[in-house]
């Protein structure tokens, strides 16, 4: 066996889990094995990493037996059963569910904004909900250059949030719809509501189930994730937030319209912003109003950066601004995300082979 790490990926036939193998095979993480686990479902199916085949087995406990990093992407209950039996058997693990993220012990990560949390894991790093990470990567290069006071989010995000069968869904119904026919849906907004309705030529402002406070908890996790990676508190008050989550007709990548008060209303301007954004890592400024340059999710799929463009004042409220984000929701918002935490464990030494 070659030096490097073993590798496990959890859920690796779902749409993230796929893009997790291309995402790893692109890292620079020394790989000397890599187990594909999935559910018994798909146990037994070959898939291929650096151009070997490799058959996807069963997860269970044992699975981990060897394994240094598990990148896991398979739904919070089987994150909540599997990853700590991965850490028993001394791996380190990267989750891109909702299991761990509110857990004051793990930390929650956008490694441009908070590597430095890693040094505070306990064998499972939480990577934040897709449309939260490309948030904080837009609007960090302003929270360290300005402040922020509050920050107001709505949210345009693709159907490929909610899985590889939503996003079948939606072109299943787009084709019927074009055909005459009735959308039959089935999946939005959510399955775990007890209404369903199409999302194609619709938009849905509805993401996961409504929580008794009239939010919905894709924006709770918002607003607490934005608070836990900024501050490190989840219920700070330092930095007010709120938000509206939209599903749009879109098959990948999120958009999200950003109202955001400074706290340096006298130093904060649409130039020096543009400018903080565009030194930022894993930035990139898109915005340009005289030639209609500005982030759109067919251009952003693909790609791993978070695109920020529609930079303005708000003429109303001095050291005001809107802008407009847009990324690819499978890669930087969870594939590309996941990867780069590991990469980060494996540069400062913070997981080890066993």
């Given at each position: 066996?070659?030096?490097?790490?073993?590798?496990?990926?959890?859920?690796a036939?779902?749409?993230?889990?796929?893009?997790?193998?291309?995402?790893?095979?692109?890292?620079t993480?020394?790989?000397?094995?890599?187990?594909?686990?999935a559910?018994?479902?798909?146990?037994?199916?070959?898939?291929?990493?650096?151009?070997?085949?490799?058959?996807?087995?069963?997860?269970?406990?044992?699975?981990?037996?060897?394994?240094?990093?598990v990148?896991?992407?398979?739904g919070?209950?089987?994150?909540?059963?599997?990853l700590?039996?991965?850490?028993?058997?001394?791996?380190?693990?990267?989750?891109?569910?909702?299991?761990?993220?509110?857990?004051?012990?793990?930390?929650?990560?956008?490694?441009?904004?908070?590597?430095?949390a890693l040094?505070?894991?306990?064998?499972?790093?939480?990577?934040?909900?897709?449309?939260?990470?490309?948030m904080?990567?837009?609007?960090?290069?302003?929270?360290?250059?300005?402040?922020?006071?509050?920050?107001?989010?709505?949210?345009?995000?693709?159907?490929?949030?909610?899985?590889?069968?939503?996003?079948?869904?939606?072109?299943q119904?787009?084709?019927?719809?074009?055909?005459?026919?009735e959308?039959?849906?089935?999946?939005?907004?959510?399955?775990?509501?007890?209404?369903h309705?199409?999302?194609?030529?619709?938009?849905?402002?509805?993401?996961?189930?409504?929580?008794?406070?009239?939010?919905?908890?894709?924006?709770?996790?918002?607003i607490?994730?934005?608070?836990?990676?900024?501050l490190?508190?989840?219920?700070?008050?330092?930095?007010?937030?709120?938000?509206?989550?939209?599903?749009?007709?879109?098959?990948?990548?999120?958009?999200?319209?950003?109202?955001?008060?400074?706290?340096?209303?006298?130093?904060?301007?649409?130039?020096?912003?543009?400018?903080?954004?565009?030194?930022?890592?894993?930035a990139?400024?898109e915005?340009d109003?005289?030639?209609?340059?500005?982030?759109?999710?067919?251009?952003?799929?693909?790609?791993?950066?978070?695109?920020?463009g529609?930079?303005r004042?708000?003429?109303?409220n001095?050291?005001?601004?809107?802008?407009w984000?847009?990324?690819?929701?499978?890669?930087?918002?969870?594939?590309?995300?996941?990867?780069?935490?590991?990469?980060?464990?494996?540069?400062?030494?913070?997981?080890?082979?066993?």
């Open positions: 066996m070659s030096e490097g790490f073993e590798v496990a990926i959890l859920g036939t779902g749409a993230v889990g796929t893009r997790l193998i291309q995402q790893l095979e692109q890292s993480i020394p790989v000397s094995k890599v187990r594909l686990l559910s018994s479902r798909s146990a037994g199916k070959t898939l291929q990493f650096k151009g070997q085949d490799v058959t996807v087995e069963e997860a269970k406990p044992e699975s981990f037996e060897g394994v240094d990093i990148l896991a992407s398979a919070g209950s089987v994150s909540k059963k599997l700590p039996e991965a850490v028993k058997r001394g791996a380190v693990c990267v989750d891109n569910t909702s299991a761990f993220r509110m857990d004051p012990d793990v930390p929650l990560v956008v490694p441009e904004v908070n590597e430095k040094y505070k894991h306990h064998g499972i790093i939480a990577n934040p909900n897709c449309s939260t990470i490309q904080m990567v837009a609007l960090e290069p302003i929270r360290k250059e300005f402040g922020l006071k509050q920050i107001i989010v709505s949210t345009y995000q693709a159907a490929s949030g909610a899985g590889q069968s939503a996003l079948n869904e939606l072109k119904e787009a084709q019927d719809f074009i055909d005459g026919k959308m039959k849906a089935e999946i939005f907004p959510t399955k775990g509501d007890k209404k309705y199409p999302l194609a030529f619709n938009l849905l402002p509805q993401i996961d189930v409504l929580e008794d406070n009239l939010y919905s908890h894709e924006e709770w996790k918002m607490h994730e934005t608070k836990k990676i900024m490190d508190d989840m219920d700070s008050s330092e930095i007010k937030v709120t938000a509206t989550c939209v599903r749009v007709p879109v098959p990948i990548s999120h958009g999200e319209s950003i109202w955001i008060d400074t706290v340096d209303h006298d130093g904060a301007s649409v130039e020096k912003i543009r400018q903080a954004v565009s030194d930022f890592p894993g990139v400024l915005d109003p005289e030639h209609q340059i500005y982030p759109q999710p067919i251009n952003a799929t693909g790609k791993r950066e978070t695109f920020v529609r930079i004042p708000d003429l109303e001095k050291g005001a601004f809107n802008l984000v847009v990324s690819d929701n499978l890669l930087k918002g969870a594939a590309w995300n996941t990867v780069q935490i590991a990469e980060r464990l494996v540069a400062d030494d913070l997981v080890h082979v066993n």
